[in-house]
């Protein structure tokens, strides 16, 4: 497997090959984050979700994936289960043949993935909870009573077994963020208290993986958590997630980055203060800063459905071009929001979505005046 990290002095160098989107603003920094704040990435990332688990989808991926770290693209965002661990394994090929060729090295790429739904291996058997009792349980990596909805599972020995799983799909020693996916998917069967305690026995079997030097840091990649009231049964606090951190790995612990849906149709990160810190109401994006974590957001185009018929005060407002290029440019113009996660299972959507990112972000001012249109 291939050894080594995303550093600062590695995405500062990768950083050195793009002038012109350097320029443009779109490498960025979030100092205030420890352990992760002095990394240059890039303000667009490739996520790796859609698609089939099919060979075709796998050779079109290899070739995004190419031509995006080649282009200006450094952070890569993926799960275990997306594609029944296909997409994994197709970004692992892509950064091997990338750094066998001396086009890339490995301390210049940021590599993120999840686990915490059950996974399939590259397709789907004849049948699945066949394969899930002999692959899972019999072995005793997975405790049916911990197993949420059917599907969803954080306890420290699944988190374990997939992280090396992951590691292996990756063709990395060390995966830069691991994050456990979905976590309030608990919250619909277990009650808070419950839940808080498995939190704390995953975040410490990530603490311990730091320490292996099997991950660099830990954060958890969301849906509804951050984005529902907090009388929601399925939010969680992001002040009571960093405690529960601290209880698992002291000050110096390693959750540093959480991930949600932003986009112009999921602006609830910004616009809804969700949020307690200091006797303050914030929205996610403030207590991010305040706390030290790096927010990154999902779902920018919304699957698609933010490619076309957006208001016309959005382009007045953005004036990135087309549809998606507002879509990506209000994301990646949200001040806190370190990377704006964009599908691109094809070259052509990296071509296309990387002209975004030779512009300058929208002014704070400019941007904020998208939420006051009555």
């Given amino acids: 497997m291939l050894n080594g990290f995303a550093t600062p002095e590695g995405t500062a160098r990768y950083r050195s090959r793009f002038p012109e989107l350097s320029q443009a603003g779109h490498f960025r920094r979030q100092l205030n984050v420890p352990g992760a704040g002095d990394l ?3 303000s667009i990332g490739l996520g790796t979700y859609l698609g089939e688990p099919t060979a075709e989808a796998d050779a079109a991926y290899t070739q995004a994936l190419r031509l995006a770290l080649a282009s200006g693209i450094n952070l890569l965002d993926t799960a275990i289960n997306y594609r029944h661990q296909r ?3 197709t970004i692992g090929a892509a950064l091997r043949e990338m750094i066998s060729a001396g086009e890339l090295q490995r301390d210049e790429v940021v590599v993120c993935t999840k686990a915490g739904y059950l996974s399939l291996d590259s397709e789907v058997p004849p049948n699945p909870g066949t394969y899930f009792r002999a692959e899972y349980v019999d072995k005793g990596i997975l405790n049916p009573a911990d197993l949420v909805g059917g599907m969803h599972c954080m306890s420290a020995s699944y988190l374990s077994d997939q992280l090396e799983r992951s590691r292996r799909n990756l063709n990395l020693e060390t995966i830069d963020v691991f ?9 619909g ?5 419950r839940f808080r305690e498995r939190l704390r026995e995953a975040f410490a079997m990530l603490e311990s993986a730091v320490k292996a030097g099997k991950i660099r840091c830990y954060g958890v990649a969301t849906w509804n958590a951050f984005r529902v009231p907090p009388a929601a049964r399925d939010a969680m606090s992001l002040a009571e997630t960093v405690e529960i951190a601290r209880q698992a790995g002291g000050e110096h612990h390693h959750f540093r980055f959480v991930q949600l849906p932003f986009s112009l149709g999921m602006p609830e990160a910004f616009a809804f203060r969700s949020q307690t810190w200091a006797k303050e109401n914030l929205s996610l994006l403030e207590a991010a800063v305040r706390v030290g974590v790096m927010v990154v957001g999902s779902a920018t185009l919304s699957q698609g459905q933010l490619t076309r018929n957006l208001p016309e005060f959005v382009q007045q407002r953005l004036g990135a071009g087309g549809d998606a290029a507002n879509a990506i440019q209000f994301a990646r113009s949200a001040f806190g929001l370190a990377v704006a996660l964009v599908g691109m299972g094809r070259p052509e959507h990296v071509r296309e979505n990387l002209q975004v990112a030779a512009l300058p972000t929208a002014p704070r001012e400019q941007w904020s005046q998208l939420f006051e249109r009555e």
């Fill in 40 to 42: 240059w990435i890039s």
């Fill in 87 to 89: 997409s994994e394994r």
């Fill in 179 to 187: 994050y456990v996916h979905n976590p309030e998917t608990q919250l």
């Fill in 189 to 193: 069967e277990v009650p808070r208290e």
